[in-house]
């Protein structure tokens, strides 16, 4: 007997959770033609179908009129090291977040170490930080010999929980660090206004939030200075490379020279009489010509990637939002634009007869959907003992500081504890993909959902 075929907008529509509310979902066999019903209600890991069988957007995305033109100018010119083109990126990149001035630097990290350098945060200084973001957040502060104060995380936004911040305040407190976590602002208003209140440096970590905005303000610009990630992964990928931005002359004036060995640069100057040789602590942060030739074209699609990303983020959130035990990530009100560059929510296994996290996400890929476990807990983590253990932390605080047992005490954060054990995150690059892409990721979470029981008894 011939196999009934169906087109995907009618499958979704008839069998969907998410369409009209039918109880029972029935999956879907990917083909080009429509869905095979017979085997299509199985997940993949039962011997089903799975939803999807053809990959998903590629990343880093490039093209010969514009990319390898850039580049290939910048590489027959023979001018390789920091110059004009590198200038131009930095004035297009503080154009693009509305800031006074940018400088191009290696990497996202260095940004930041720099950044809290040449705000002198260093020994005896503490710095609030969320513990829900990549290692450099914390890096950046021990690397200048200060030390990280955390705050736990709002589950809901997945933020740093900016009502949390203030208990965390002491006379040694210099500096907020807040990072916008995986493209959405952290509530910037609430901490300006803290931070105001305790005269402290801000240094956002907008790494991972290109083009956010809160009421109409990019992130990167609501603090003393931004930092900005254009590593391979991010949404404008050069290979490696960062920025750091500010409205502060001064600041820039001395980040730039700090990331050029410490060479006079405007308002850092040689004492008077002295000739050549540099002026100030400084390291080599400089990117290449042909780096900041890859930044300009990918400048050019970052708009509208990023527009595409965030429909189909709020498509997705739309749909899976509807899905028992599926909490995707929540926006305070005054955000008016994100730069997704993972689609976050809560796995609350309870909902899912128990399936644990790991075997929800194995069921997903068998689905055809790649999603991962995203970040760890860092307010725990043995590097932070082994910074307190160097020669230098031992010099700069007493044995009673740096204990380790105190330390965690003092830094606990069960709500993210928690939400590292939760969340799951799909990547920006599928984010890219066509409302039916969107569509297949629902369709994957919805047929896990309604054989949790079974893919659960099966894993036994
Ligand atoms: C939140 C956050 N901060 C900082 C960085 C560091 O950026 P980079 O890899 O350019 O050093 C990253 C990189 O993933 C990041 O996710």
């Known amino acids: 007997m011939a196999e009934k075929k169906y087109s995907r907008r009618e499958f979704i529509k008839t069998n ?8 029972v979902t029935i999956g879907m066999k990917q083909s080009s033609t429509g869905v095979n019903i017979r085997t299509a209600h199985l997940p993949a890991l039962l011997g089903g179908s799975p939803v999807r069988t053809k990959g998903w957007p590629g990343w880093p995305v490039w093209d010969s009129s514009t990319d390898e033109d850039l580049v290939l100018k910048v590489l027959r010119s023979g001018s390789w ?34 950044s809290l350098n040449q705000f002198d945060i260093g020994a005896g200084d503490e710095v609030i930080i969320g513990p829900y973001t990549f290692i450099s957040t914390i890096i950046c502060i021990l690397q200048n010999g200060a030390m990280p104060v ?12 900016a009502d949390k911040i203030e208990a965390r305040v002491t006379a040694r407190t210099r500096a907020i660090l807040p990072a916008h976590t995986l493209g959405m602002p952290a509530d910037m208003e609430k901490i300006m206004q803290i931070a105001t209140k305790h005269n402290l440096i801000v240094v956002e970590n907008a790494c991972l939030s290109w083009l956010a905005e809160i009421n109409h303000k990019k992130v990167g610009t609501f603090g003393n200075a931004g ?45 008077a009489g002295v000739t050549g040789g540099t002026v100030m602590t400084g390291t080599k942060l400089r990117i290449a010509e042909y780096q900041a030739a890859i930044g300009l074209a990918q400048l050019k699609r970052l708009e509208k990637q990023t527009d595409t990303r965030n429909e189909n983020t709020q498509y997705l959130k739309s749909k899976l939002d509807k ?28 909902s899912f007869q128990g399936l644990s996290r790991a075997d929800f996400l194995k069921a997903l890929r068998a689905e ?54 939760e969340a799951v995150w799909f990547s920006q690059n599928m984010l890219l993909g066509t409302r039916e892409d969107m569509d297949d990721i629902v369709m994957a979470v919805e047929k896990i959902y309604k054989s949790a029981g079974e893919l659960k008894s099966a894993d036994k």
């Open 16 to 23: 969907s959770l998410t369409g009209l509310g039918a109880v």
């Open 81 to 114: 090291t920091r110059g004009n083109v590198v200038a131009e990126f930095e004035k297009k990149w503080a154009e693009t977040v509305g800031a006074k001035r940018a400088l191009a630097v290696v990497n996202g990290t260095n940004a930041l170490i720099a």
């Open 150 to 161: 955390f705050v736990d995380t709002d589950p809901d936004t997945f933020q740093i929980d």
């Open 227 to 271: 930092c900005f990630s254009f590593q391979t992964s991010k949404n404008i990928p050069i290979g490696e490379g960062g920025a750091i931005v500010s409205d502060d002359d001064k600041f820039m004036d001395r980040c730039y020279s700090y990331h050029n060995y410490g060479n006079p640069y405007g308002s850092v100057v040689l004492p």
């Open 323 to 350: 899905i028992p035990g599926i909490v995707p990530f929540k926006l305070s009100n005054n955000v008016t634009r994100i730069s997704a560059w993972q689609f976050p929510f809560r796995y609350k296994k309870e």
């Open 368 to 421: 055809g959907i790649p999603g991962s476990t995203g970040y760890v807990t860092q307010n725990d983590k043995p590097y932070l003992k082994s910074y307190f253990e160097t020669k230098n932390y031992r010099k700069m605080y007493s044995r009673k500081t740096l204990d380790f047992t105190k330390f965690l005490e003092r830094n606990q954060c069960p709500e993210n504890n928690l939400l590292c054990e």
